[in-house]
T-cell receptor, first 114, second 114 residues
Framework: GAGVSQTPSNKVTEKGKYVELRCDPISGHTALYWYRQSLGQGPEFLIYFQGTGAADDSGLPNDRFFAVRPEGSVSTLKIQRTERGDSAVYLC????????????FGPGTRLTVL | EDKVVQSPLSLVVHEGDTVTLNCSYE??????LLWYKQEKKAPTFLFMLTSSGIEKKSGRLSSILDKKELFSILNITATQTGDSAVYLCAVGMNYGGATNKLIFGTGTLLAVQP
């Protein structure tokens, strides 16, 4: 595709519910990243995929957060038992190879947990 | 602990002014420094810098890196209202491909008044 796309653009859910956020990277990009951005802060790294495998998941805050990329393209970030503190914009980025090349970001999903 | 610090946190200027945004960093295994512009949700790539003293330029924007003093600046000349945005600085780490995460600063909020 022309750029990174993310769906939904906005998601409102209730505390305790399960949510899935989807990312479609730029076609041909093997590396994919998830970041979380809280109000007034810079994006914070969550997880990095190289192909289908998670090469670095050190940024996932706890075991309620999980991400997959089964075919090496689309990725889904899954959050179980959501908490109000999970409210943030979740940004996805992709890069051509993951070897220090430029990361291009999608428009994000704004998650609000009531 | 790896960190990226941006200053000022916010800035208000008038159209036609020149602005300089600052970014300092303390990270292990530095690979690159990147600047992004964030207007709504998606950070838009501006520059990637890897070598000291080489200015990168794109229209009215320019940036330079000093790897000895561990900082970078982003200059915008003849500012326009369309330059109003949050400018994010990020540092890419070099762990031989084991990760490619970016560490972001909190950003500088630039407001250009007509």
């Amino acid at each position: 595709g022309a750029g990174v796309s993310q769906t939904p653009s906005n998601k409102v859910t209730e505390k305790g519910k399960y949510v899935e956020l989807r990312c479609d990277p730029i076609s041909g990009h093997t590396a994919l990243y998830w970041y979380r951005q809280s109000l007034g802060q810079g994006p914070e790294f969550l997880i990095y995929f190289q192909g289908t495998g998670a090469a670095d998941d050190s940024g996932l805050p706890n075991d309620r957060f999980f991400a997959v990329r089964p075919e090496g393209s689309v990725s889904t970030l899954k959050i179980q038992r959501t908490e109000r503190g999970d409210s943030a914009v979740y940004l996805c980025a992709s890069s051509r190879s993951g070897r220090g090349d430029t990361q291009y970001f999608g428009p994000g999903t704004r998650l609000t947990v009531l | 602990e790896d960190k990226v610090v941006q200053s000022p946190l916010s800035l208000v200027v008038h159209e036609g002014d020149t602005v300089t945004l600052n970014c300092s960093y303390e990270v292990t295994n530095f690979r690159s420094l990147l600047w992004y512009k964030q207007e709504k949700k998606a950070p838009t790539f501006l520059f990637m810098l890897t070598s000291s003293g080489i200015e990168k330029k794109s229209g009215r924007l320019s940036s330079i890196l000093d790897k000895k003093e561990l900082f970078s600046i982003l200059n915008i000349t003849a500012t326009q209202t369309g330059d109003s945005a949050v400018y994010l600085c990020a540092v890419g780490m070099n762990y031989g491909g084991a990760t490619n995460k970016l560490i972001f600063g909190t950003g500088t909020l630039l407001a250009v008044q007509p």
